[in-house]
């Protein structure tokens, strides 16, 4: 873990992070997946994860580094925030359903992850469901959740599950039906129970097949979504999108990030197992005073030299 602190980054300049990272924001302003980090504010991108961000202002930021994390100026060139950010504004937020669509990688969680800070920007209550059972992000794997979320997020998992429905599978082609009328009810009850001013609902992967192509027409027409977004990487989702377009609904049609980082099938596997274990065996926060009960062999202190904002970062948290 080490710190890095990067000046003079100017307005319109993009920088890429890949997680495990915490940065923090000196002076300027970054805008970050819809939502703008001022002096003293900070966020975290997971591990895994790969987060791009844009300077508003003149800024300096610290970044605080894990394991394989990384933080680089790129050229935006062919970067799709601002593409995101036009299309996404057209979106009258205040009542809606919206539903995000795409393959499997082409951005789906961060273009939600986009909405709910959209929406939370204009003083809304942001229903957040995730319809994925393989890479849930709110609730565990096998499930359609929901959250409700009031500040920004950089990630889907910093939100609270309030209501999961347990679809029995991981693998939607056998329980789409199931799946459907779960979401259809989770939009209800934040819509009515939990006073939501709008609902986004994450999708999985599946949208090639005739199968999938019909599913997802139909959780369009269930949840009565004002909205479709539609991610396009290559042809993929093509058959979908006619469909929607012959509908009247609003279909936003966005480009994938040419940089995504794609999960393979181990990858995948992996997180589902972390997506179980954390909530079979919840990590606890746990408060030890180190002057009475010494750890040895605590890997935080063998050794290692610290700057004094991860000494803060410690000393926070003992
Ligand atoms: N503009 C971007 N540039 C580069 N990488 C990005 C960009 N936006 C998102 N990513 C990264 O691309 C990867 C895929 O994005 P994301 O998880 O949002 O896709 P997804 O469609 O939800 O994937 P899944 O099918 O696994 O649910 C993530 O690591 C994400 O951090
Ligand atoms: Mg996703």
Redesign the pocket.
Known sequence: MYTVEIQSIRPNEFL?VDGPASIRVIDGKLYVLGAEYGPGSSFTVMR?????MKSLGDSKIDAVLGPDGKIERIDGTN???DIWDHELSKIHLRNSVIVVL?A????????TTMLVNKGVREGLKVGVIDG?PG?NDIGPPTTISASVATGFITHLTQLRNLRSIFVKTTSIEYAWDYVLSSISKLVNELRHNYNADMVVI?T??WVSEPTAVRFKLEMVKRVGADYAIV?RRGDEINDLLKELMSTARNTIVLPS?P???V?DRDD?KIRREMGYSKYLMPSRELTINLREKPIVNLPLFNGLKYDNYIMRLIRKKS
């Open positions: 890429s895994g994860r790969r987060i791009i970067e799709v925030i795409g499997m990688d082409v951005g789906k969680t961060t273009v994925d890479q994450n999985d992967g991610i990030p940089n995504a980082r999960r995948r």
